[in-house]
């Protein structure tokens, strides 16, 4: 049975960064480091071998096996007629037997033997799920904590990681990251703590499973008797449904504590019970009380460009009123408000172009000069340019106007509006200091295309107005290279 929440879509402008360095790290340290399990195993199991435990432990792992797990006389000598190795290991990685040797009197009467399985156990302990996992009956915080990075296999890994994703992308915008995070290992560290205190096996727990758990307990905190949408999928039955969020509870709850009474696989059931009941606790209390903040325009779904597109809508409204003089003061505060929103630009830029309005115009192009590139920003840009060229433009034909056009017409690479542009600002007398430079960079892209006759005017040009600059040399030098 799998029942997961469908209630919000991706949204790649928040992006859960928490989320997916947790899914990073531990796919890092799966490939990373646990990838050399298989070598460390086969060290351990030679150094067994090499220190002669086998012949010695053998009969005493076969009768506490039978005592422990009370299996047959023809099972337990199917299990000391295992290939040496396999043997060595099933004997070497029963840390409940390793407990049970130790309080033997021979044991503790024979030094080499301690000696020898000092250093067996010593190669068996750099096994990441023996090194960092967590074995409830030996408790360490090492344990607890690293547990939650390491995993059994790859798809006891990209399982986590899945419910990870699904989970951590809402809670992440909902709680934010940091408390986020913070709850994350709370939980993690819970389901771990339950393990130790319900059942002190010797066995080594490794997974995030207790964690994620815990967010799926988080989850339903967080979205209370909010009535949210589920998918679910139950053997050849799967869809969708509606329900308050707190009712999945009992499901999932319910799901964890049947495994765990069937007992027939290798689940930590434990930790998942633990994970969800403190991630649930941590979020549900704090909220009951007032004492946790949840992001509420998230969970109603709010458009978090609703104030945005409001401003937008009044500043149209005045504009088809023709109450340009409000349109103009408000337009400069929306910039303010909202810097780099091509809509607003856009907008605005008609306004300032109808009342040739200096203030305005110049706050709009100081945004869109800065804006990054794309379709509409070049559009807009190159709008700019072939209205510049315009009779009767004379507020966009400004020389400072026409510097920042030609700079960023150079930049998209238009260097026939570049040349328009080149000339514009060339016939108006003021002339800055950096036009040599472009002068030099547009004379080059056009000498490409082999445009010689406007290489030649603005080599003259060049050579008239700034006859010592080093650009004017070098265009000189291009001009013979292109002659034929």
């Given at each position: 049975m799998i029942i997961v929440p469908a209630e919000h879509p991706?949204?790649?402008?928040?992006?859960?960064?928490?989320?997916?360095?947790?899914?990073?790290?531990?796919?890092?340290?799966?490939?990373?480091?646990?990838?050399?399990?298989?070598?460390?195993?086969?060290?351990?199991?030679?150094?067994?071998l090499a220190q002669s435990l086998l012949s010695r432990e053998r009969p005493l792992f076969s009768a506490s096996l039978q005592s422990r797990e009370?299996?047959?006389?023809?099972?337990?000598e199917a299990v000391e007629s295992l290939p040496r190795p396999q043997l060595a290991w099933a004997i070497l990685s029963d840390l409940e037997f390793g407990h049970e040797l130790r309080s033997l009197p021979a044991y503790q009467q024979d030094a080499a033997w301690q000696e020898a399985r000092a250093k067996a156990e010593s190669a068996r302990d750099r096994l990441s799920s023996l090194r960092f996992g967590f074995v409830p009956a030996r408790f360490t915080v090492e344990g607890l904590v690293g547990s939650m990075f390491l995993h059994g296999s790859f798809w006891h890994l990209a399982g986590n990681m899945v419910f990870l994703f699904v989970f951590g992308f809402a809670l992440e915008i909902a709680l934010g990251r940091w408390m986020y995070l913070g709850l994350y290992l709370l939980s993690g560290l819970c389901s771990g703590l339950l393990w130790w205190l319900l059942d002190p096996a010797w066995v080594p727990g490794v997974g995030a499973s207790g964690a994620i758990s815990g967010l799926m307990g988080m989850y339903i905190g967080v979205y209370g008797l909010r009535r949210i949408r589920f998918f679910y999928w139950l053997g050849p039955l799967l869809g969708y449904f509606s329900a308050p969020a707190?009712?999945?509870?009992?499901?999932?709850?319910?799901?964890?504590?049947?495994?765990?009474?069937?007992?027939?696989?290798?689940?930590?059931?434990?930790?998942?019970?633990?994970?969800?009941?403190?991630g649930f606790v941590a979020v549900w209390m704090p909220r009951h009380f007032g004492r946790l903040r949840v992001?509420?325009?998230?969970?109603?779904?709010?458009?978090?460009?609703?104030?945005?597109?409001?401003?937008?809508?009044?500043?149209?409204?005045?504009?088809g009123r023709f109450a340009l003089d409000q349109a103009a003061t408000r337009g400069c505060e929306l910039l303010t408000l909202y810097p780099g929103r091509l809509a607003l630009i856009e907008c605005l830029y008609n306004v300032a172009t109808a009342r040739q309005d200096r203030t305005l115009m110049s706050a709009v192009l100081k945004q869109l000069f800065a804006l990054p590139r794309s379709q509409e920003a070049d559009s807009l840009v190159s709008r700019l340019a072939d209205e510049s060229a315009?009779?009767?433009?004379?507020?966009?034909?400004?020389?400072?106007?026409?510097l920042h056009l030609l700079r960023k017409l150079l930049s998209l690479d238009d260097s026939a509006r570049a040349l328009g542009c080149w000339r514009r600002l060339a016939e108006s007398g003021q002339l800055p200091e950096q036009l040599p430079q472009l002068t030099l960079q547009l004379a080059k892209r056009l000498g490409a295309r082999r445009e010689n006759h406007a290489v030649a005017e603005m080599s003259r040009f060049l050579n008239r107005h700034f006859p010592g600059a080093e650009p004017t040399r070098q265009i000189t030098v291009y001009q013979q290279h292109l002659a034929p």
């Open positions: 991706l949204d790649w402008k928040k992006p859960p960064v928490v989320t997916l360095l947790l899914i990073v790290l531990n796919v890092l340290i799966y490939f990373g480091y646990q990838g050399g399990d298989t070598q460390r195993r086969e060290h351990a199991v030679d150094v067994y009370r299996i047959e006389q023809g099972q337990r707190l009712w999945i509870l009992p499901l999932w709850l319910g799901k964890e504590l049947f495994g765990l009474i069937r007992a027939a696989d290798h689940v930590n059931y434990y930790a998942h019970i633990g994970g969800l009941v403190s992001d509420r325009a998230y969970l109603d779904k709010e458009d978090p460009d609703a104030a945005f597109k409001r401003a937008l809508d009044g500043l149209n409204d005045q504009i315009a009779l009767g433009q004379r507020l966009l034909c400004h020389p400072a106007i026409q």
